[in-house]
């Protein structure tokens, strides 16, 4: 290569060397900072877009778990309600029964008859019970429903217990007061019976598909988390070799730029010499 005065090819060639030498330890710099592989979408525009879905979907699998978790604490109410009536109900079958007894007194009609008045109205406190300005009880709102996700199996509800059912309300038209009143109670008490137990089952089941479903979303959240990390999560080991690397080449570069920078110095100290000579 010859000697020149107007352009250093050498010089222009270890500049753009050590241009690209600080870009790598600049991005270097801004990975380890931030413990992200990927900084922007010219990083890896593939890798973006696919970390960009992950991370919806972590979200919906996090808002989807939130629901749920209020969705069971209903669901906790409305059983203690259910159960708290299904309570009362078994009383009452049973003062019903004790009172269909012939041999009783009226004043041993009449202390059975006060329970069994107070159970009802028990039995009406615990329909209006209401969990978020829901009432769980009275049968105004047949169901609750909430969402886990946008698919067509996502959506979970709960049948909520009506306890001002014609069942229930026939009780107060009721007195234990003779032996034939508490034996024509006894079909009225087994169908609201019944209707409670059923509502039992039905709540038992969506607690235990609520616990199956949280499992699973839990499962698939870190999973997608995980998914999601390995795509813009940074290698410390492999990123902090390239650091090495790249402050080496970078010290290397600057100190043959400042050489390759004298090259047109030669040139000059060559035609002075030959001008001497002449």
Known sequence: MGLRFNTNATSLQIRRQLFDHEQT??????RLSSGLRIQNASDDPAGIGMASRLRVKASEYTVGLQNLDSFEGLIDVVAATNTSGLKQLERIKT????ASDGTLTADQRSVIDGEYRAAINEIKRLADTKHNDITLGNGSQFSVSTRVGTGANDAFSVVLPNLTSSYFNT???FDLDSATTAQNLQGFIDSALSLAQTYEGLIGSGLNRIT?????????LA??????SRITGLDVAAETSA????QILTE???ALLAQANLQPRHALNLL???????
């Not at 330890?25 to 801004?30: E, I, T």
């Not at 199956?212 to 698939?220: D, F, L, V």
């Not at 999973?223 to 999601?228: F, G, I, N, P």
């Not at 002075?272 to 002449?278: E, F, G, I, R, V």
């Open 25 to 30: 330890l600049s991005r270097s710099y801004r």
């Open 95 to 98: 003062l019903a029964l004790a």
């Open 171 to 173: 009780f107060e038209a």
């Open 212 to 220: 199956n479903a949280r499992g699973s979303m839990q499962t698939q």
């Open 223 to 228: 999973a997608t988390q995980t998914a999601e």
């Open 243 to 246: 650091l090495a690397r790249a």
């Open 252 to 254: 290397s570069a600057t």
């Open 272 to 278: 002075q010499s030959t001008l001497a000579h002449l």
